[in-house]
């Protein structure tokens, strides 16, 4: 076995999403994954302290997750509050678990300005997305951690079968 997988909660089923509801993933490699031991599971956004439900937050003005760690950009809240410093903290708390037990592949939830590994939102709050990555998944990606968004879950279940 090649190492574990850090993923987002709302695909285990868990309520912790912005709106208070879960996007479970169903596929046979998540139940085969769960038996292994090799799933570990993370909300960023609750590990930050943030509360569910809370407002929708998005990247501001069309730009990534990579902005936002190089301090060109914010994520804020359909609200107008500045939630930039959360999602920092979040990113900075899902590496770390990811470091302390050994994820090499992350599996997070696309869209997400947090977890989105193939499109985020335009920070509009209109519904138009572009591709991008939210500020975890750019944070990992940085670190070395392979990312996969749920759509992506088949791309991953055959990277794991060449690495093992």
């Not at 609200?79 to 992350?106: H, K, P, S």
């Not at 985020?120 to 951690?145: C, E, P």
Request: glycine share 12%; with cysteine; hydrophobic share 40%.
């Amino acid at each position: 076995m090649t190492g574990k997988i850090l993923v987002s909660a709302c695909l285990m089923g868990h309520a912790v999403r912005y709106d208070g509801r879960s996007k479970p993933l169903l596929h046979p490699a998540i139940d085969r994954w769960r038996e292994e031991g090799r799933l570990v599971t993370i909300c960023p956004e609750m590990s930050a302290g943030m509360v569910v439900p809370r407002p929708p937050a998005e990247i501001a003005d069309g730009a990534t997750g990579e902005d936002v760690l190089a301090g060109r950009a914010s994520v804020m809240e359909i609200t107008g509050g500045d939630v930039t410093q959360g999602f920092l903290q979040a990113a900075e708390n899902a590496l770390a678990l990811a470091r302390e037990t050994g994820c090499r592949y992350a599996l997070l939830i696309d869209g997400s300005p947090s977890c989105g590994s193939g499109f985020i939102y335009d920070g509009a709050f209109s519904g138009d997305r572009h591709a991008g990555h939210g500020v975890t998944a750019a944070l990992l990606k940085q670190a070395g951690i392979e990312v996969y968004s749920d759509s992506e879950i088949d791309r991953l279940v055959e990277r794991l079968a060449t690495a093992d």
